[in-house]
């Protein structure tokens, strides 16, 4: 079946600094690709998405590239604040199964 | 315009007693999806409908565990018997048909069982 593997936190990091959180997954099909953040108390909200191959989603300076040939999509910020500390999930939809497939999420902590 | 919404934000119940979670997924979306959210465990698929289609429960993970949705709109959660491993975040999310296309979800329930 269909999963999606992201590296497990706490991450922490100072702000300024550079941030990549890795994402691989395995599907059937030609997934689409999403990450999502759940800041301290609130629910999931979609911050990028990228629905092909090679297709690079962007949103309040976060950036991911869907790579189909290392089945990767990973986070990157340039200058991270103390108001991205958050918990970031990375999630696939439309390879085997109609919803959702999460990764288990990273907590990432922006130290000022 | 109107996000998914939940209820209650909050519930602590005593163990064994039935529990019902109530989703307002948003106006037109035609598929709806519950999950729970457990502490170190992330987010796992509980149930799914998709329009006038019989929902898709295999991620329920008991038979205590059970939903229905009302006229295409309003979904209800119910768990009985409810038992302290069933304490977590519930999750409810709508979305249209196109699988390029997210899923928006509520804030959730969480849910305590003494």
């Known amino acids: 079946g269909d999963s999606v593997t992201q590296m497990e936190g706490p991450v922490t990091l100072s702000e300024e600094a550079f941030l990549t959180i890795n994402c691989t997954y395995t599907?059937?099909?030609?997934?689409?690709l999403f990450w999502y953040v759940q800041y301290p108390g609130e629910g999931l909200q979609l911050l990028l998405k990228?629905?092909?191959?090679?297709d690079k989603g962007s949103n309040k300076g976060f950036e991911a590239t869907y790579r189909k040939e290392t089945t990767s999509f990973h986070l990157e910020k340039g200058s991270v604040q103390v108001s991205d500390s958050a918990v970031y999930f990375c999630?696939?939809?439309?390879?085997?199964?109609?919803?959702?497939?999460f990764g288990k999420g990273t907590h990432l902590i922006i130290q000022p | 315009g109107a996000g998914v919404s939940q209820s209650p934000s909050n519930k602590v119940t005593e163990k064994g007693k039935d529990v019902e979670l109530r989703c307002d997924p948003i106006?037109?979306?035609?598929?709806l999806y519950w999950y729970r959210q457990s502490l170190g465990q992330g987010l796992e698929f509980l149930i799914y409908?998709?329009?006038?289609?019989?929902?898709?429960k295999s991620g329920l993970p008991s038979d205590r565990f059970s939903a229905e949705r009302t006229g295409g709109s309003v979904s209800t959660l119910t768990i009985q018997r409810t038992q302290q491993e069933d304490s977590a975040v519930y999750l409810c999310?709508?979305?249209?048909?196109?699988?390029?296309?997210?899923?928006?979800f509520g804030n959730g329930t969480r849910l305590t069982v003494t």
């Open positions: 999310a709508s979305g249209v048909g196109p699988y390029n296309s997210p899923l928006h």
């Open positions: 599907a059937t099909g030609y997934p689409s």
């Open positions: 990228a629905t092909k191959a090679d």
């Open positions: 999630a696939l939809r439309g390879g085997g199964a109609d919803g959702l497939t």
């Open positions: 106006s037109g979306h035609t598929a």
């Open positions: 409908f998709q329009g006038n289609s019989a929902p898709d």
